[in-house]
């Protein structure tokens, strides 16, 4: 029996019924978290000494392209608009199924080194089962925990074919990975669904998506951004015809009429916000408050690196800072004065990537919080390091001070996958160089298309 027993650290569980321990003991056996408390004896396991230390779940992040990463920063500067077009329309139709395979295996990669023990990736530039393959080829190989959401391409048809929007979620394609690679719904990585949704699609082809998914057991996950819908009053229609309930998620949400978002609430529906995205490509505000005002807690996530960084500690601080201004702001305007103390505290978004992330994709009784019997999932952060001396406040430190330079020591299902502020990866050199290689070919390709970045 392999145990491990992380000792002496200030430990935040997220786990009510434990709560935080300024000086406990987190033991791991056999890939599952046995006991947290203080003074646990271990002696016949791996000792890790925790003191200096702050253990905390491992992050969960709800929404990423992750096929995206050999295009960090390329797209730093295009609006939503430009993104259909450049992105999805123009870059995206250049990829091989080795761009998709590089990509999403650094991508991963670099979640684990940042903190994320899980990650939900919305690949949807998957024209051809090789691609989709290879991409979830790089998330086994990356060995993260991921919820692998397989989506569809957007190019502009080519004379004679279907716009995107009329084109129904391949079944056979979702079969068969069900029937091979993502047979184990207890597995590492396990299958969702990228739809397009009434925003995006006709609602015949809504109808057929939402079908596809609850059928087979799957989350549908659809974006919900700015603009006008494809399909006016699809939600409506949706929900008339008993199809939504706790099986869906939204990303983003932006738009959501009041009324319709409490109908969507009160059927269980989970939302995944990308609050630094959102206002920089133009989505509008996070619903963060929104959410907040009715009961629900939103998931974070990353969205792009194709224009912004992969730290999801960041992702949840802009989504504070966020709701905290324009909680301030609507105070100002209210009272002409800021609210006597806080809005929201820095626990509640430390949930957003944890506990809130589990209850998302259902697997709230395996990941999200250090409570025994659900699978090691941790992050070990390094209170010691300059940036983060004194801790008065363990989440505090977490949520508004905690870098990629802090996190230690990551394991998933417990399997260190970074210690001593290393990343247990073979090659990553030659990894970095193919995915640089796979980069440049794409920009240069389109480029000479006429469609550089500005």
């Not at 650290?9 to 203080?38: F, K």
């Not at 691609?131 to 086994?140: C, F, I, M, Q």
């Not at 916000?273 to 009715?294: A, C, D, S, W, Y």
Request: aromatic letters at 4%; charged letters at 20%; hydrophobic letters at 40%.
């Amino acid at each position: 029996m392999k145990r491990t027993l992380i000792r002496s650290a200030t430990i935040i569980s997220m786990d009510d019924r434990i709560g935080d321990l300024r000086a406990g003991d987190v033991l791991v056996e056999n890939g599952r978290i046995a006991e947290v408390r203080p003074d646990i004896d271990a002696a016949d396991a791996e000792i890790v000494d925790g003191r200096g230390r702050i253990v905390i779940p491992g992050l969960i992040n709800a929404h990423m392209h992750t096929w995206q990463t050999g295009l960090r920063g390329y797209a730093a500067n295009w609006t939503l608009l430009e993104y259909f077009r450049r992105m999805h329309a123009g870059l995206a139709t250049l990829f091989s199924p080795d761009d998709i395979y590089i990509a999403t295996l650094v991508g991963a990669l670099n979640q684990i080194n940042c903190g994320a023990t899980t990650l939900v990736d919305w690949c949807h530039n998957n024209p051809t089962p090789a691609h989709t393959d290879a991409a979830v080829r790089g998330l086994v190989e990356s060995g993260i925990r991921a919820a692998f959401f397989h989506g569809s391409p957007k190019p502009e048809p080519k004379p004679g074919e279907p716009h995107f929007s009329e084109v129904p979620h391949p079944r056979r394609e979702v079969e068969r990975l069900l029937a091979g690679p993502l047979a184990d719904r207890n597995g590492l990585v396990t299958l969702g669904l990228a739809v397009l949704g009434p925003h995006y699609a006709t609602l015949d082809v809504s109808m057929h998506d939402f079908r596809l998914a609850r059928e087979h057991g799957l989350i549908a996950s659809m974006h919900q951004g700015g603009g006008p819908a494809k399909t006016p009053g699809g939600w409506e229609q949706l929900i008339e015809a008993g199809l939504v309930g706790p099986f869906v998620n939204i990303v983003h949400g932006n738009d959501l009429p009041d009324e319709l978002l409490q109908k969507l609430i009160d059927l269980g529906v989970t939302f995944s916000v990308t609050p630094e995205n959102e206002m920089i490509q133009g989505h509008g505000f996070p619903i963060t408050g929104r959410l907040l005002k009715r009961g629900v807690r939103p998931t974070i996530g990353i969205d792009l690196e194709s224009v912004l960084a992969g730290d999801l500690f960041s992702a949840a601080r802009v989504a504070l800072s966020m709701q905290r201004a324009l909680d301030n702001a609507q105070m100002r305007k209210n009272e002409g004065t800021i609210p006597a103390t806080t809005t929201i505290s820095a626990r509640e978004a430390l949930a957003w990537v944890t506990t809130s992330g589990a209850r998302m994709l259902g697997r709230e009784s395996q990941i999200g919080s250090l409570t025994p019997g659900k699978l090691a999932d941790l992050v070990i952060i390094n209170a010691d390091d300059l940036n983060l001396v004194p801790v008065h406040d363990p989440v505090a430190t977490v949520v508004m001070q905690t870098s990629l330079a802090n996190i230690e020591a990551v394991m998933i299902g417990g399997v260190w996958k970074k210690r001593n502020g290393k990343l247990l990866a073979e090659g990553l050199e030659a990894k970095n160089e193919l995915l640089a290689q796979s980069g440049r070919r794409l920009v240069r390709d389109i480029e000479r298309q006429g469609h550089a970045a500005q």
